[in-house]
């Protein structure tokens, strides 16, 4: 039966742009499970399957709803154990758990070099719930957050040292193959790459052909997917 | 057999202070294997088993001679595979790379915290040795590169965001056990045990209680050693 999943939108349908719906996105792909998703916007609340927190990504797998990326991971994992293991190993998940805090720390560089970019494509709707939210989250505009960022881009690129050093050395964060601490990482790279042309890091950089690797999983999938660059 | 470490020592010989050598002392103690360790210090290079490359751990286990932290690891999980494993699982040896250099890095912040601690535990001739060799590294004196540690303390602190995180919602940084992942960060917290007063992170912080667990394990191994704090 096929999976559906809500996925966050901007104002076209098929730019799908939030960091965690990406990482349940590549999860699916990864136990090679079919998914339709629905696009959703920020100020749809009341679209979204019941029980929810308000945010996506959410899944419908038969009569059973199951939202936040990490307990979305954690159910296919148990309910689909015979498909390839999104945590390969007794020490993965644990390990998954040190990538994802890591990344979520990430994030918060990331977003101010992003921000405007976000606010771009959104619709007119959801602009004025963005706004009103993020600048009260952050206690300022969203251009003051948002200045300067490529005076903030070398302190932001330094921050990618554990990953770029760890995929120097081997193609995947988990190894030899992808599994889901990569597409935790990933995640907020295929974010940028929705809604941005900002060049996040150098082309030289070895995270680009750790990010290309990614995009090319399952026939292009995140590739294919509305963005910038490659 | 019994296998030998070369471990550095301060000018008290029990004193351990390199968290490499406890990254390998650690995983030699998961493993259960008999060790006797050699102190040595920074200046006796002409001491270390050939090959070697001027720095220590430096196992010899029968014949074989195996020096660098990580290469200690993976030799151990090759020759001895059935006892416990470092890298539980397919992917825990690619995720602990992660680990490892978010912990590289980490040792940046933390040098600065407790360079001079180090400085006054180790005898006159390492303290020359040393000195050269830092100020050369750093370009300053070790007094310019070390001072102001209480203010650097809340962004060290905040670095360490991701351990904290983790380790507040699983006892491991590999989940409900510990393996080769939380070595490599405990031998930063236990080099500073061992030469500093200066407390890293607030009693109340979950870094805290996760390190008792570590000085814990082994019969409480680490403990033992001798150290400041807990």
Redesign the interface.
């Known amino acids: 039966m096929t999976i559906t999943m809500y996925d966050l939108a901007g104002v076209e349908v098929d730019r799908r742009f939030s960091p965690f719906c990406w990482r349940a996105r590549m999860a699916l792909a990864h136990k090679g499970l079919d998914v339709e998703t629905v696009a959703w916007r920020f100020t749809e609340k009341d679209k979204l399957p019941t029980p929810n927190d308000g945010r996506v990504p959410v899944i419908v797998d038969g009569g059973k709803v199951v939202h936040d990326s990490s307990a979305i991971a954690d159910y296919l994992e148990e309910r689909y154990p015979d498909r390839p293991s999104l945590?390969?190993?007794?020490?993965?998940?644990?390990?998954?758990?040190?990538?994802q805090?890591?990344t979520?720390?990430l994030h918060l560089g990331l977003i101010r070099l992003v921000l405007l970019d976000i606010y771009k494509h959104v619709g007119p709707k959801d602009q004025e719930y963005f706004r009103q939210s993020r600048e009260s989250r952050f206690g300022m505009t969203l251009e003051d957050f948002a200045q300067d960022r490529e005076g903030r881009l070398p302190a932001f690129r330094a921050s990618l040292?554990?990953?770029?050093?760890?995929i120097e050395?081997?193609p995947?964060?988990?190894?030899?193959?992808p599994?889901y601490?990569d597409y935790i990482v990933f995640g907020a790279f295929q974010w940028a790459r929705a809604i941005s042309d900002f060049a996040l890091v150098a082309s030289d950089d070895p995270i680009c052909a750790w990010r290309a690797r990614m995009l090319d999983l399952y026939d292009g999938l995140a590739r294919k997917s509305p963005g910038y660059g490659g």
């Not at 040292?161 to 760890?166: F, I, K």
């Not at 995947?172 to 193959?177: K, Q």
């Open positions: 945590f390969p190993g007794a020490a993965a998940r644990g390990l998954s758990k040190f990538v805090n890591w979520d720390a040292d554990p990953l770029r050093r760890t050395r081997q995947f964060v988990c190894g030899e193959a599994a601490g």
